[in-house]
């Protein structure tokens, strides 16, 4: 009686190992990071890719009107730009260069939310 108690336990059990096996090991991969990420390039009117790049400044601010800058960072000699690890929400993206229009969108970043964003600056001189 004694053998067959531990023989059904066992069975439950191997039935059951699986299971929390499973559980314990796609959970975590489920489980949301809590931050975001954001890459983009930036072109400019009347300059050709090839040639020597302006620098553009990118910022992230929390969108009411009088927040301060949040995240902030300068193109690189392409023209690409990279916000990782962010917080989550709805921001202002603003890119703004010498000689160029200043431009500006809401944004809404998830977790996990990895986006892309290009955008063309147009120079002052055009109407």
Same mark, same amino acid.
């Given at each position: 009686?004694?053998?067959? #108690? #531990?023989? #059904?336990?066992?069975? !439950? $059990?191997?039935?059951?190992?699986?299971? @929390? &096996?499973?559980? @314990?090991?796609?959970?975590?991969?489920?489980?949301?990071?809590?931050?975001?990420?954001?890459?983009?390039? /930036?072109? &400019?009117?009347?300059?050709? =890719?090839?040639?020597?790049?302006?620098?553009?400044?990118?910022?992230? !601010?929390?969108?009411?009107?009088?927040? %301060?800058? /949040? =995240?902030?960072?300068?193109?690189?000699?392409?023209? &690409? &730009?990279? +916000?990782?690890?962010?917080?989550?929400?709805? +921001?202002? $993206? #603003?890119?703004?260069?010498?000689? +160029?229009?200043? =431009?500006?969108?809401?944004? =809404?970043?998830?977790?996990? +939310?990895?986006?892309?964003? %290009?955008?063309? $600056? !147009?120079?002052?001189?055009?109407?």
């Amino acid at each position: 009686m004694h053998l067959l #108690r #531990r023989l #059904r336990g066992r069975a !439950r $059990l191997s039935r059951i190992l699986p299971v @929390a &096996f499973l559980c @314990a090991h796609v959970s975590p991969s489920l489980a949301q990071s809590g931050q975001a990420s954001l890459h983009g390039w /930036v072109a &400019f009117e009347n300059v050709a =890719y090839v040639d020597s790049q302006p620098r553009a400044t990118v910022e992230l !601010r929390r969108e009411s009107p009088d927040s %301060a800058v /949040v =995240y902030s960072t300068v193109t690189d000699a392409h023209g &690409f &730009f990279t +916000f990782d690890r962010t917080s989550l929400g709805r +921001f202002i $993206l #603003r890119i703004s260069a010498p000689h +160029f229009r200043t =431009y500006s969108a809401g944004v =809404y970043l998830a977790s996990d +939310f990895q986006g892309n964003w %290009a955008v063309q $600056l !147009r120079s002052d001189s055009v109407p």
